[in-house]
């Protein structure tokens, strides 16, 4: 007769209320902002650090980190009344899932003393070794992997366990983390690299599609991009909504075909200076029969749209984020700090890098800029769509790989001997136990 969510519920007021009709009482954890209104009227209780009679000092820490806040409670009150015995195990070994989430949900880790404690705390415990699904990723990625830190949380283990429950259920997910031994961690790892790689291939369809339906707004100079994928899959769709927002530089709302009749449903990704949830709310101001359903935070959110409401949708959410934006020039944005010497080329530049970590939203890594020569290059992956490089600046020639640098079966519109302007980051490279410097570049142009 009890549900507790994690992560969820703050803006679900009519299915609260039918389960409380039904006599089952919801206790809502969550951190997404609110409704205006407030709370949903008919939860038992509603912990959010975003409400305002909230005394907790971080309104950013993560979901997961509500609901591990509030199990931590819970066991210390249970322990108190006598339900639970003095020896019951606290919950501090969990916050290795708790780093996990919160580097994958892609919360602050910039203005959240909380957040960067328990990333930073939690990487120790994962770095351990301790549980299955650490020591199995560990191995598929190689023992150079190994510690882990915020980066291969958010692009080897997040993309991992997230495909699963965008694809499909969860459970493979949920029994690879909780694995007891190695070899159930590694056959769903298993599944869940073949998730992994099919949600690859799903969101590169989406994307081509997304960017050819997202022209006519770019001509019409608006100021977000709204498209409708008809055959595209749900759980791609915040995804393929960051590469709009990469690729444009303005808001964008990937929509698709929601299980129930009629019904769109969609996720949006934001840019630096606009805050997505008010402006969804300002469109249901304007339009409330276009957004029967939305919730989220200042740089992701979901939306329901009736089929039939949809010009009606976009047409008040361009009007919200033209308001929010005013005159704001939009274009891709790539902000870096500058330019090093060929001294500071080096690993022990990375070092100093890392004391300052852990790196995430809103604390990125350092994103640096210069010109180097192109000494030699190939293209590697699957498809060929990533550059391995060389790169000399001076007298100092560099490993680079580039991600994503090319769409399958193009040629790199650079060769040999070119000038190339680029801004990357600083990334250790291991193989075999030696460590190397390699650039990660994120653009580059010839000069």
């Not at 510690?147 to 958010?154: K, R």
């Not at 969804?280 to 749209?305: D, I, W, Y």
Request: proline share 7%; net charge negative.
């Amino acid at each position: 007769t009890l549900v507790i969510t994690a992560d969820c519920g703050s803006s679900d007021e009519p299915r609260i209320a039918r389960l409380k009709a039904a006599g089952i009482d919801v206790v809502v954890s969550d951190h997404h902002a609110l409704p205006l209104e407030g709370p949903p009227p008919s939860a038992y209780a509603c912990v959010n650090p975003t409400r305002s009679d909230c005394d907790y000092p971080d309104k950013t820490i993560a979901g997961c980190m509500v609901a591990w806040l509030l199990m931590s409670l819970a066991r210390g009150v249970l322990v108190e009344w006598g339900v639970l015995p003095e020896a019951t195990p606290k919950l501090s070994p969990w916050l290795s899932y708790v780093a996990l989430g919160t580097v994958a949900d892609c919360v602050s880790l910039g203005g959240s003393p909380a957040n960067r404690a328990v990333v930073s705390h939690g990487l120790t415990l994962i770095n351990r070794m301790d549980a299955a699904c650490w020591r199995a990723m560990a191995a598929r990625l190689g023992a150079d992997s190994v510690p882990f830190n915020a980066e291969t949380l958010a692009f080897q283990m997040g993309p991992r366990i997230n495909a699963r429950s965008r694809l499909d259920d969860p459970y493979a997910a949920l029994h690879f983390m909780l694995a007891e031994s190695d070899g159930v961690a590694n056959r769903q790892l298993e599944v869940l690299d073949q998730d992994n790689q099919s949600r690859k291939a799903i969101e590169a369809d989406m994307a081509e599609e997304a960017w050819a339906l997202a022209a006519p707004a770019l001509e019409a100079n608006e100021p977000a991009v709204v498209v409708l994928l008809e055959d595209g899959h749900p759980g791609v769709q915040g995804i393929v909504a960051s590469r709009l927002v990469q690729a444009y530089g303005r808001p964008a709302v990937v929509l698709t075909r929601a299980a129930a009749p009629n019904m769109l449903t969609g996720s949006g990704r934001s840019i630096d200076g606009l805050h997505l949830r008010d402006a969804l709310q300002r469109t249901f101001e304007l339009a409330p029969e276009a957004l029967p359903r939305f919730g989220g935070h200042s740089g992701a959110a979901g939306v329901g749209v009736p089929r039939e409401q949809l010009d009606t949708f976009k047409a008040a959410f361009l009007q919200a984020v033209g308001e929010q934006l005013g005159d704001t020039p939009l274009y891709p944005r790539l902000w870096t700090d500058g330019e090093l010497s060929t001294a500071q080329l080096s690993l022990a530049t990375l070092v100093e890098i890392e004391t300052l970590g852990p790196y995430g939203r809103e604390f990125d890594p350092p994103l640096f800029e210069g010109r180097f020569i192109v000494e030699a290059l190939r293209p590697v992956g699957a498809e060929g769509s990533h550059l391995m490089m060389e790169l000399s600046m001076g007298a100092v020639t560099s490993k680079a790989i580039w991600f994503r640098a090319l769409t399958p079966g193009e040629l790199p519109s650079f060769s040999v001997g070119d000038t190339l302007h680029c801004a990357y980051k600083l990334n250790r490279n291991r193989w075999r136990g030696r460590e190397s410097l390699q650039l990660m570049v994120e653009h580059a142009s010839p000069v």
